[in-house]
């Protein structure tokens, strides 16, 4: 009788197991991802290791954007299914765990019959993974001081940075009926220079036109080395007329827009290869717009990673004077700092809002914010403790406008030059530029141990009270 009883209810259990298998399946058909998840969580209860209720539990979650139930559910349908492994590959991306995303891509493109146009497209993302896995192990640590979240249309106004470093506005321009793109545009602090982003055929670039007499060169591409087939954006050029950082979505992007650095060689009259500046900077969302106040030493970028559309997390942090890497043997923890997730604080201990220094300073204010360590920033003289800190801090600010000088005359010598259409008279100007160019680069090695002192000497001052 018992065993009657059993049967019966095995065989109704196993008719509502179909029923229930069969409603997921429809409502998963239907992309009806939330309901399908429902149905499919209620039966893994039943059979927690079932193959295909694992696949379909976890393409509901990836739909869902639960990306940490999807990898968990993925890693548990076992190797009956090979997109798996491609979502996988997306997942441990879109994680950080760049290792694990590029085992996964290798294993799914196992799977691909031989001349499969996915094997090309999945050979790109692998590509990705492997360039992330390597910038993984070289994040630098940097101090954030604040963070904002704003409309992308008007992201620029938030960057408050000096007037000598020149001035960037930004454009909304159409390439086509369904993508439109920022044209930014840089102009030098003396008005003498553009660089900027504009579209040919579809693509961003980036230009450069100079002041003449009476009017503007022609623009003209900045290089071929920066401009390629992909997209660049976002450019600045710092102070020394020399370095500069754009946005680019090409082959080195780890995904869309990311950070990068070069600088113009006067040898080959040409900028250098672009290098990617690496993370936490850039992400696999877009991150764009670097902006290096020296003076202040303050620098913004932004991103697009975690926010809405149309949304953008504006950071301002404290540049370093050379590459600080984050060190640590949890992995865990290196993920979550490159992604800023966590992060140094630069504590607010006489510090003033970058925001408000205009307002706060008076006649007996010196106009200058220096960071004298990761949680101070001073504005005034009478701020100094140490003497000795203060004598070195003037000797510094008396370099500073030393290398302004020298750098306004060096970019006046650039101009002339790429004008200029006489040879002997190209030579002599080559001669001066490259004469100068080391005079700047010993003023600025000689100012920047004149500020690590002055700054040090205040340390150490404060330390022994």
Not at 134 to 145: G, Q, T, Y
């Amino acid at each position: 009788m018992k065993s009657g009883i059993l049967y019966v209810l095995l065989f109704f259990s196993t008719v509502l197991m179909a029923q229930s298998a069969s409603e997921a399946e429809a409502l998963f058909n239907d992309k009806q991802y939330l309901k399908a998840k429902n149905v499919y969580e209620s039966l893994l209860k039943k059979r927690p290791k079932d193959a295909l209720n694992n696949y379909r539990f976890a393409r509901c979650c990836y739909e869902l954007k639960d990306y940490e139930q999807a990898i968990k559910h993925f890693e548990l349908a076992g190797n009956r299914y090979p997109l798996k492994d491609l979502y996988l590959g997306e997942l441990y991306f879109s994680t950080y765990r760049f290792e694990e995303s590029l085992t996964a891509y290798q294993a799914y493109m196992a799977t691909l019959p031989p001349g499969d146009k996915k094997y090309a497209e999945t050979e790109a993302k692998l590509k990705k993974s492997e360039m992330a896995a390597k910038l993984l192990k070289r994040v630098e640590d940097i101090a954030i001081l604040d963070s904002v979240v704003v409309n992308k249309n008007e992201f620029l106004r938030y960057y408050k940075f000096s007037d000598e470093l020149g001035t960037l506005t930004q454009e909304l321009i159409k390439l086509n009926e369904r993508q439109s793109q920022d044209k930014v545009i840089y102009t030098t602090q003396r008005g003498d220079r553009l660089c900027f982003s504009d579209s040919l055929k579809g693509n961003m670039d980036i230009f450069s036109s100079f002041k003449l007499l009476d009017n503007w060169s022609l623009p003209v591409s900045i290089s071929n080395v920066i401009n390629t087939d992909a997209n660049e954006n976002y450019p600045f050029l710092m102070l020394d007329g020399v370095t500069l950082y754009f946005a680019s979505d090409g082959e080195n992007s780890i995904g869309g827009y990311d950070i990068f650095i070069t600088k113009y060689a006067s040898g080959s009259q040409d900028f250098l290869v672009p290098e990617n500046i690496g993370m936490p900077f850039n992400s696999p969302a877009n991150d764009y717009m670097m902006v290096i106040d020296e003076q202040q030493r303050i620098g913004w970028f932004a991103t697009d990673r975690n926010q809405p559309a149309g949304k953008v997390m504006i950071y301002k942090f404290i540049p370093n004077e050379t590459k600080i890497l984050f060190r640590t043997e949890d992995k865990d923890l290196l993920r979550r700092v490159a992604q800023l997730k966590v992060n140094r604080k630069a504590e607010n201990v006489n510090m003033y809002p970058v925001e408000n220094l205009q307002q706060q300073e008076t006649a007996n204010e010196a106009e200058f914010s220096v960071v004298i360590n990761d949680s101070t920033i001073y504005t005034r003289f009478e701020q100094f403790q140490s003497t000795q800190a203060l004598s070195r801090f003037k000797e510094w600010l008396k370099m500073k406008k030393e290398l302004q000088i020298l750098k306004n005359e060096l970019q006046q010598m650039r101009e002339h030059y790429s004008i200029t259409q006489k040879t002997e008279e190209k030579n002599i100007l080559m001669r001066k530029i490259l004469d100068s160019e080391q005079k700047l680069i010993d003023l600025e090695k000689l100012a920047q141990q004149k500020l690590l002192e002055a700054c040090n000497l205040e340390v150490k001052y404060i330390e022994r009270k």
